[in-house]
């Protein structure tokens, strides 16, 4: 079956940085567009970051633009989330996710991972 487990996660200082992963299995990844999501205490899952299947094209929610990069390695069956400048606002489960026919609105995914905790203290 599809399995996505995302690693990576932890507690942080304001302004410091995390690198997320999310290795893949059980699917053709490289026909997966892929998407990483957060969702904060009392708040709705929101699209962060999403990348297509070749990476030729990526998406950025306003709110992370210029902070964080998403990448993939096709060979490794993984998505990646790189994030720098964190900051308190950041603090939120975080999940990956893929999706044969997804939007920039965060629809369209088949398959979701189990979430990592991402804790930026001020």
């Known amino acids: 079956q599809v399995q996505l487990v995302e690693s990576g996660g932890g507690l942080v200082q304001a302004g410091g940085s995390l690198r997320l992963s999310c290795a893949a299995s059980g699917l053709t990844f490289s026909s997966y567009a892929m998407g990483w999501f957060r969702q904060a205490p009392g708040k709705e899952r929101s699209l962060v970051a999403r990348?297509?299947?070749?990476?030729?094209?990526?998406y950025y929610a306003d709110s992370v633009k210029g902070r964080f990069t998403i990448s993939r390695d096709n060979a490794k069956n993984t998505v990646y989330l790189q994030m720098n400048s964190l900051k308190p606002e950041d603090t939120a489960v975080y999940y990956c996710a893929a999706g044969l026919l997804t939007s920039v609105r965060g629809t369209g995914y088949d398959h979701w991972g189990q979430g990592t905790q991402v804790t930026v203290s001020s």
């Open positions: 990348i297509s299947r070749s990476a030729v094209s990526t």
